[in-house]
């Protein structure tokens, strides 16, 4: 008889994330709060939260350090995906689409904290939540 353990004994290491904010307001205190906005999603969904880049600047670029940062850590080997808590913190519509793109391209997950309706949608058909809310009707 074979003494392997059985898959659910067996040690597992939680998917690797890494998160994203673009910080324009409210300074170190907001910071705080909406990086522990990601620790406490990642900790309730069993993922492991191994950094968070953030843009400080108020001009937005494509390019911009922390999303390069962040590009370059989504092609770690083992990396599951990246977390933000809406995609608002992609930018704007077309800055956003556009990152969306670029990070569909290293073959991660993009999941969201407080996806709104049509956000939800479009974050949908790039890189699914795993983990989606129910939407309300109004």
């Keep these: 008889m074979d003494d392997e353990l059985i898959t659910e ?9 890494f998160g994203y904010l673009r910080r324009l307001t409210g300074g170190p205190a907001r910071h705080s709060a909406l990086v522990y906005s ?18 400080r600047e108020t001009t937005v670029a494509v390019r911009s350090p922390a999303f390069v940062g962040l590009l370059d850590a989504l092609q770690l080997p083992g990396t599951y995906g990246a977390v933000v808590p809406a995609l608002s913190h992609l930018g704007p519509k077309r800055l956003a689409d556009e990152r969306m793109r670029q990070m569909e391209a290293t073959g991660t997950r993009l999941m969201t904290i407080r996806p709104t309706t049509l956000a939800a949608a479009s974050a949908r058909t ?3 939540n795993p983990h989606p809310r129910p939407q309300r009707n109004s």
Excluded: I, K
């Design 9 to 17: 004994r067996r040690p597992v290491a939680f998917p690797r994330v």
């Design 38 to 55: 990601l620790t406490e999603f990642c900790r309730q969904h069993e993922l492991m939260l191994c950094g968070v880049f953030t843009d």
């Design 126 to 128: 790039l890189s699914p």
